[in-house]
């Protein structure tokens, strides 16, 4: 069992950055995959970044590709997303995700575990 707590969410305006945290306890973090999701309202969750256990292989959306960066900290127990040049359309609840296994897992049906969300608004 992994719990996860984002951090990190608010209101930015156009242009702006927020990073993302996602912090999980239990002492097995280095052997899970991470992802990051997100979900506008009256839809399902989208994909929007991924990384492996150590950190050296990760994946994005075509939407945010060279605007966001996960990245993890596995002394930490963290997993972040640094997003920049924000844009209106990038409004919506992110959710952080978990799975014990060692590659990048881009479907969200793929993950065990889930944080609660954190809402991203972007004003424009």
């Known amino acids: 069992q992994v719990q996860l707590v984002e951090s990190g969410g608010g209101l930015v305006q156009a242009g702006g950055s927020l990073r993302l945290s996602c912090a999980a306890s239990?002492?097995?973090?280095?052997?899970?995959?991470m992802g990051w999701f997100r979900r506008f309202p009256g839809k399902e969750r989208e994909f929007v970044a991924a990384?492996?256990?150590?950190?050296?292989?990760?994946a994005y959306a075509d939407s945010v590709k060279g605007r966001f960066t996960i990245s993890r900290d596995n002394a930490k127990n963290t997993v972040y997303l640094q997003m920049n040049s924000l844009r209106p359309e990038d409004t919506a609840v992110y959710y952080c995700?978990?799975?014990?296994?060692?590659?990048?897992?881009?479907?969200?049906?793929?993950?065990?575990?889930w944080g609660q969300g954190t809402q991203v608004t972007v004003s424009s």
């Open positions: 990384i492996n256990w150590s950190g050296g292989s990760t």
């Open positions: 995700a978990a799975k014990p296994t060692i590659v990048v897992v881009t479907m969200r049906h793929g993950y065990d575990y």
């Open positions: 239990g002492r097995t973090f280095s052997s899970y995959a």
